[in-house]
């Protein structure tokens, strides 16, 4: 339970009734999460294996999953949120095992588990995002794919997630993000790489909110997508 910033998981249980309007502050999430799922197909077919989504929050990328073909289990420590993802599950007659644990303490009982596992836009939201990384390298089985997003600790990446998504454009809600917490490319490769995970494609995803569109880049200044293999 070291691994919870308390204020993080209230921050969102607090907005967590708002997971599935499509018009209102999870808008731009929904659109990113057609570009991931994209992203996520090419490089690992969902279908009939064992995914774990990681961070799940409303479950709008483990609802994807599922959907996909994947058997579908999804942790995380808001609550709120995750009631939320449960009861849309079950109106949509989803079969999701949505769980309230961390990475940390679901890894424990969990080891070389999962074909693939994801971690989307959570890393920059805990106080240390190598135990996150480290614990999803233990859960996932040997030739499994694990698929990370998170945001460039960048100038661009400032201007545009913090300056423009939450304050001008208000796009998100203020005290969203906290820029210190973004992530470089090349640490989040030194992490995987530290705790056995290969590198496999790392694309950047770029976002237009006057079109709410977003499409795979080579641009990594703003928010990027990664996925690594395990291999031993």
Sequence with gaps: MKNV???EIEKFNKIASEWWDL???FKPL???????????????PLKSIKSLDVG??????????CKNGAKTFAIDMAEQALEI??????????????????????????????????????????????????????????????FFSTL?????????SIVGAEYVLNLLPKGTHSYEKYIKPSELCKMCADVGLDMIEVKGISYNPVLNS????????VNYIAAFTKTN
């Excluded at 977003?214 to 200044?221: D, Q, Y």
């Design 5 to 7: 910033d308390n204020a």
């Design 23 to 25: 018009d209102g502050k």
């Design 30 to 44: 929904h659109t990113l999460n057609e570009t991931r799922i994209q992203f996520i197909q090419e490089i690992a």
């Design 56 to 65: 799940c929050g409303g479950g709008i990328l483990t609802e994807m999953l």
């Design 85 to 146: 993802a449960k009861n849309h599950a079950s109106e949509h007659n989803l079969d999701i095992n949505y769980i309230l644990s961390t990475a940390e303490n679901y890894s424990l009982n969990n080891h070389n588990s999962f074909d693939v596992v994801t971690c989307m836009e959570m890393l920059e939201h805990v106080p240390e995002p190598y135990d996150v990384i480290a614990a999803c390298a233990q859960m996932l089985k040997v030739g499994g794919t694990a």
């Design 152 to 160: 460039n600790r960048s100038i661009p990446s400032f201007l545009f």
């Design 214 to 221: 977003s499409k795979l880049s080579n641009n990594l200044s």
